[in-house]
């Protein structure tokens, strides 16, 4: 399976600022290349937070609808968010395996529970993340996935990087600065895969609007 990260982020790095309302920080003619991208892909993943943080649509351009996927330890998801309003489309959730019918039945049509046996050990800070999230990756590609775009946040890109489970890299970079040590960074403790001593390859770069669009191809652990 293809992974493709995606995401924007502001000159000083930060995914978002401190405030509770959704930080737009992508360029419209970004938002249209994003979409885009997704219309590409078979699917796209984003974390617990990010749902209940931005509430976003994840949609695609010219209707097509990739599935939707998140991750959840705590199984904390508000039925009523707007990815779970289509019971024609369900929205992959995956989650411990103790909490997955409770959540199912919570989260009704909208959402299709699957739990995981690597989502159940706890984890212990950005280090713990990854073994969960490479067994999620394993079911998507078991499940006929064939490319992935994975948009954040903070938590879901750290560990995807950290054990270099991606390929491709968009990074966006809106020409702001956040300038608020509360706001969440794009990337959080290494180490990371792509460290100093194995540079990633840079494939292209763009100017979308007023942001620049760097695309990096990445190698696997
Ligand atoms: N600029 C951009 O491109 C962009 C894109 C996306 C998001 N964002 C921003 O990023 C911020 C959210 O980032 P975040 O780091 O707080 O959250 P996140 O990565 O979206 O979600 C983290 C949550 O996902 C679940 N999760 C992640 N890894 C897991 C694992 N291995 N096993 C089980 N569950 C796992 C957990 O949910 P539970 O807590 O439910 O257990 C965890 O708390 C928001 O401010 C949002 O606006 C920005």
Known sequence: MKVIVSLAMSVDGCLDDARAERLVLSAPADFSAVRRLRGQCDAILVGA?????????????????????????????????????????????YCPTGGAAGLATRLGAGAEVRGLAALDT???????????????LDDLDRRGIAALMVEGGRRVLTALMRAGLADELRLAIAPVLIGDPRAPRAFGAG???????????????????????????????
């Open 191 to 221: 180490p990371f895969h792509h460290g100093p001593d194995r540079r990633m390859t840079l494939a292209g770069v763009e100017a979308v609007a007023d942001m620049a669009v760097i695309h990096y191809r990445l190698s696997r652990a």
């Open 49 to 93: 937070n990010t749902i209940r943080a931005d509430n976003p649509r994840l949609a695609a351009e010219d209707g097509r609808s990739p599935q939707r996927v998140t991750l959840t330890r705590s199984g904390r998801l508000d039925p009523g968010a707007t990815v779970f309003a289509d019971p024609d489309r369900p929205t992959w959730v």
């Open 122 to 136: 706890a984890p212990a800070g950005d280090a713990g993340d990854a073994p969960g999230l490479a067994a999620v």
